[in-house]
């Protein structure tokens, strides 16, 4: 499936994520923002409580949650709901808005070059 948004100059190609090792989900340190009702929904589907799930897959930053990272390798990360031997997202379906968004950031609009190192299913327009 090809996914277009309005103000990008990229499209991306869905069918292309299978030749992809996860660059999305792997790579330098950083935030995997989720907020309060992506938590309740993530227990859920998890089948575990929110306090066990803060407790073993988040981290707070300031008022906010991010979920936590795996290093893999000096300044190499991956998600901690990234399954490095199947290479795709364990919880793909209450992944968060951040991951559901990508690869329509704002970032990106100033920084195409970056997305297109990235992730093999960009496509110029």
Do not use: H
């Amino acid at each position: 499936m090809i996914l277009k948004e309005s103000g990008y100059n990229y499209c991306f190609d869905s069918s292309e994520c299978g030749n992809c090792k996860g660059n999305c989900c792997i790579g330098e340190s950083g935030y995997i923002w989720i907020n309060m009702q992506e938590i309740e929904r993530l227990s859920k589907y998890l089948n575990i409580t929110l306090d066990e799930l803060r407790v073993k897959y988040l981290r707070k930053i300031g008022y906010k949650y991010s979920l936590n990272e795996i290093k893999i390798e000096e300044n190499n990360y991956a998600c901690t709901f990234f399954d490095l031997e199947k290479r795709q997202c364990s919880i793909y379906e209450a992944r968060p808005t951040q991951c559901r968004t990508f690869p329509f950031w704002d970032y990106f609009k100033n920084n195409e070059e970056e997305v297109y190192k990235e992730c093999p299913a960009i496509k110029p327009l």
